[in-house]
């Protein structure tokens, strides 16, 4: 199984602030990556698939980059409404396998 | 508009079954693959299954495989998920996911473009 992994697993940080979250794969799967928000009691929403490309209706300030093994998501002046968790999860094979996840805490 | 309502969670006692359902509306539901992932309390999220959009093929996380089994009616667009045996460690809220795209077949290729539309969650507790 791939096994992914994200840090940090918590940052804090303020309204306007540009954050980074990075998830590693065991083994490359190309571009195969797909990163979720979730918002507490709230299920999961599709922001980027194919490690860089935007789900349609994500603002933009939202992006990914990434290929093989190393992937980042990047929210360029983070909002109000952006403090949740965001898991990474690989698309290349099955079982399909999620990141522990990271929480973006108000600062 | 394009929505997903799972239903038939509770509380249950370790080693009896429980069936989930997700009803699907707004979209062709026979065009797409579909997902069941769950959530433990205070954990991450952890992919149980995935249906092919004629239910052709099905694939099993190793924790649920033997014991959990993915179906879809393509006539009543719902999903089903049949849980037998379940234990303590099955307790967690559990989602349907539609595939991003139409079509999957995931006969060959796994991959994927993720899962773009998400039901609210059923909540299942094992519990004696």
């Known amino acids: 199984d791939i096994q992914m992994t994200q840090s940090p697993s918590s940052v804090s940080a303020s309204v306007g602030d540009r954050v980074t979250i990075t998830c590693r794969a065991s083994?490359?799967?190309?571009?195969?990556l797909a990163w979720y928000q979730q918002k507490p009691g709230k299920a999961p929403n599709l922001l980027i698939y194919?490690?860089?490309s935007l789900q349609s209706g994500v603002p933009s300030r939202f992006s990914g980059s990434g290929s093989g093994t190393d992937f980042t998501l990047t929210i360029s002046s983070l909002q109000p409404e952006d403090f949740a968790t965001y898991y990474c999860?690989?698309?290349?094979?099955?079982?399909?396998?999620f990141g522990g996840g990271t929480k973006v805490e108000i600062k | 508009q394009v929505q997903l309502v799972e239903s038939g969670g509770g509380v249950v006692q370790p080693g009896r079954s429980l069936r989930l359902s997700c009803a699907a509306s707004?979209?062709?539901?026979?065009?797409?693959?579909m997902y069941w992932v769950r959530q433990a309390p205070g954990k991450g999220l952890e992919w149980v299954a995935i249906?092919?959009?004629?239910?052709?093929?099905?694939y099993y996380a190793d924790s649920v495989k033997g014991r959990f089994t993915i179906s879809r009616d393509n006539s009543k667009n719902t999903l089903y998920l049949q849980m037998n045996s379940l234990r303590a460690e099955d307790t967690a809220v559990y989602y349907c996911?539609?595939?991003?795209?139409?079509?999957?077949?995931?006969?060959?290729?796994?991959?994927?473009?993720?899962?773009?539309?998400w039901g609210q969650g059923t909540t299942v507790t094992v519990s004696s």
């Open positions: 996911a539609r595939d991003r795209l139409p079509y999957g077949d995931y006969g060959g290729t796994h991959e994927n473009y993720g899962m773009d539309v």
């Open positions: 707004g979209f062709s539901f026979s065009n797409y693959a």
């Open positions: 249906i092919s959009y004629d239910g052709s093929n099905k």
């Open positions: 083994q490359g799967i190309s571009s195969w």
């Open positions: 194919a490690a860089s």
């Open positions: 999860q690989q698309a290349n094979s099955f079982p399909l396998t």
